[in-house]
């Protein structure tokens, strides 16, 4: 067993890292609300912004496991950058390198690996977070088109999304879910007042009237939820990649701040009680950072497996969140005025056990993967 980067990781993330580090870092927290499309191009003019999208179609064809390292890098200087990396790479761009047709991937693929064409899902709605199967939104084909009707929130980035691989109900039954692939300037897509979240980032409510979308742009049909599902297994490794970066960078903030500042002619990392709180810090990042790597390293048509993935998940969004509660208690009433990088970081770090299924779906869905793991064994005894 090796948890060492091979050379070829180590070689393309030495450029990402120094590149992140010495021109995204010191503009860093003035992205909050917003994204840094600089940098984007940055990347993207070095053939570092599209690692995972495959070749044919302008990204690098590498694994998904080297996204989401450098997913974490970007993070540890700049979160911003690393979310939209994150949604090139692990979102719906690398969903529609998987599932859907050569010209669909030509049309949407192709631009997002240039940093051109921005895809997110809308899955979320008012009456189904939790419980996705209760979503209301509906595909009706009609003819050479489907007809949308139904509203999604939470939709991240949908005020300046290009398209929304949207999430809607083909039939009653309960798993006859698919996805279409909806542009914004869908006739009969409405958006609703702007909403912002806790760290600063915008959405905007989608409403789909009548809503007619070509019926080359149903990317999965009715019956399709368990594979959307696994499909969606990739973002969440991928956001537990960002987490991981923003509580590095939440504990190398802290540990530069106890090294600096002095309390009783003393440094602050002189005190015992301070310097567990770091090694607590680096322990849970560190103990994520394994169930991370180990989910997107076992691929499966494409896709990590639920179990490996909503644990990773489970784990990094909880150290994310314990992380950046004690750096900001590190850093005192320092930390808690708006303006300061760890106070932003706390509002940031606090999204990740909500978003991509709570931590409390995914303990649900844990523990009955292990309940009928061991119901089995019980009965070949």
């Known amino acids: ?134 979503m209301r939104t509906t595909a009706r084909p009609d003819g050479d088109v489907v007809v949308l009707n139904g509203s999604k929130v939470f939709t991240s980035g949908s005020d300046h999304a290009h398209a929304f691989l949207t999430y809607v109900r083909f039939g009653e039954a309960p798993d006859d879910i698919g996805c279409v692939l909806v542009d914004r300037d869908a006739p009969g897509l409405g958006f609703g007042s702007p909403e912002t979240y806790m760290d600063g980032e915008r959405y905007l409510p989608l409403f789909f009237e009548d809503c007619r979308v070509p019926a080359e742009n149903v990317i999965a049909a009715g019956g399709a939820f368990k594979l959307l599902m696994g499909a969606y297994n990739v973002a969440r490794c991928g956001a537990a990649a960002e987490a991981l970066g923003v509580a590095q960078l939440a504990h190398d903030l802290a540990l530069d701040y106890i090294l600096e500042r002095r309390q009783f002619n003393r440094r602050l990392a002189d005190f015992q009680g301070l310097r567990w709180m770091i090694a607590e810090m680096a322990t849970e990042i560190e103990g994520a950072r394994l169930l991370c790597y180990r989910a997107i390293s076992d691929l499966h048509d494409g896709f990590p497996r639920r179990y490996e993935s909503s644990m990773a998940k489970l784990a990094a969004a909880e150290a994310v969140k314990s992380v950046v509660d004690k750096a900001l208690q590190l850093h005192g009433g320092s930390g808690y005025v708006n303006s300061v990088p760890i106070s932003w970081l706390y509002r940031l770090g606090r999204r990740f056990s909500l978003a991509g299924g709570t931590s409390e779906i995914h303990k649900n869905g844990l523990a009955a993967e292990l309940i009928r793991r061991r119901e089995a064994q019980r009965a070949t005894r």
């Not at 060492?4 to 580090?21: N, S």
């Not at 979310?83 to 050569?102: K, M, T």
């Not at 049309?107 to 997002?112: D, E, N, T």
């Open 1 to 134: 067993m090796d948890f060492a980067l091979t050379a070829d990781q180590r070689d393309l993330l030495a450029p990402i890292e120094t590149i992140a580090r010495a021109e995204f870092a010191e503009t860093a927290f003035d992205h909050n609300a917003a994204t840094p499309q600089q940098n984007i191009r940055r990347l993207a003019s070095l053939g570092l912004l599209a690692l995972s999208l495959p070749v044919d179609y302008g990204g690098a064809g590498r694994p998904a496991v080297d996204a989401v390292l450098a997913v974490e890098k970007i993070a540890q200087s700049c979160p911003r950058t690393a979310w939209y990396f994150l949604n090139v790479n692990l979102g719906p761009a690398y969903v529609l390198a998987q599932l859907a047709s050569p010209e669909i991937c030509e049309r949407y693929v192709g631009p997002s690996a240039l940093g051109d064409l921005m895809i997110r899902i809308a899955i979320t709605e008012p009456d189904a977070g939790s419980d996705v199967a209760a």
